[in-house]
């Protein structure tokens, strides 16, 4: 079965400065990974999405993550913090259900806090 | 386009009451899901249909949740009767079609208190 670890429960940057949240996942066979993010009291919003295409993503708001098969990571970064950045972020593998249709497997995620 | 749409977005009950929740998806998004979020943890599925059948259900504790999708859109949630374990954010989403590599857009949820 898919799985993913977030190492990082709570990461705090200074705006202006880089932010790197960590992921390794657990899969048997080519996953497809995401990023989502949370902001309180919202829904989850796509960051973005590998899908076996370019190892580096580009996602929304500057974020990017990198696909690296050899270390099963899947670290989410942005250049520069600010301060509506900060929210929390889950990252997720598609497993496929006993339907065999896709179904998302979350992480427990990373809480992002931005200081001034 | 409009996005997932949830009602209500705060209920508070006593245990062993009764709570629906209502999902109306994106439109002419076939896979519709439901999720229970824990505070402090990530969502987790309970169930997923695709159109108005349902393809995995393996993690719904069917004997207090139930859910359907009549018609193929809309879908509700029922818990009876709720326990205190039951306080959470139920979060409703949806996709195209249910293959792996498709994108889930989610609803803001409704946040469950449990008295």
């Known amino acids: 079965a898919q799985s993913v670890t977030q190492l990082d429960s709570h990461v705090s940057v200074s705006e202006g400065t880089p932010v790197l949240l960590r992921c390794n996942y657990s899969?048997?066979?080519?996953?497809?990974l995401f990023w989502y993010v949370q902001h309180p009291n919202k829904g989850l919003q796509l960051l973005l999405k590998y899908t076996s295409a370019a190892t580096l993503v580009k996602g929304i708001n500057g974020f990017e993550a990198e696909f690296k098969k050899s270390e099963t990571s899947f670290h989410l970064t942005k250049p520069s913090a600010h301060m509506s950045d900060a929210a929390e972020y889950f990252c997720?593998?598609?497993?496929?259900?006993?339907?065999?249709?896709?179904?998302?497997?979350f992480g427990a995620g990373t809480r992002l806090a931005v200081h001034p | 386009e409009a996005g997932v749409a949830q009602s209500p977005r705060y209920k508070i009950i006593e245990k062993r009451q009764s709570v629906a929740f209502w999902c109306n998806p994106i439109s002419g998004h076939a896979t519709l899901y439901w999720y229970q979020q824990i505070l402090g943890q990530g969502p987790k599925l309970l169930i997923q249909f695709q159109n108005n059948g349902v393809v995995d259900d393996s993690q719904l504790p069917k004997d207090r949740f139930s859910a359907e999708r009549l018609k193929g859109v809309d879908s509700t949630l029922k818990i009876q009767p709720a326990k205190l374990e039951d306080s959470a954010v139920y979060l409703c989403a949806s996709s195209l079609v249910g293959g792996q590599g498709q994108p889930q857009h989610f609803g803001d949820g409704t946040r469950l208190s449990i008295l």
């Open positions: 997720v593998v598609s497993d496929r259900s006993s339907g065999g249709y896709n179904k998302l497997i």
């Open positions: 899969s048997s066979y080519s996953p497809s």
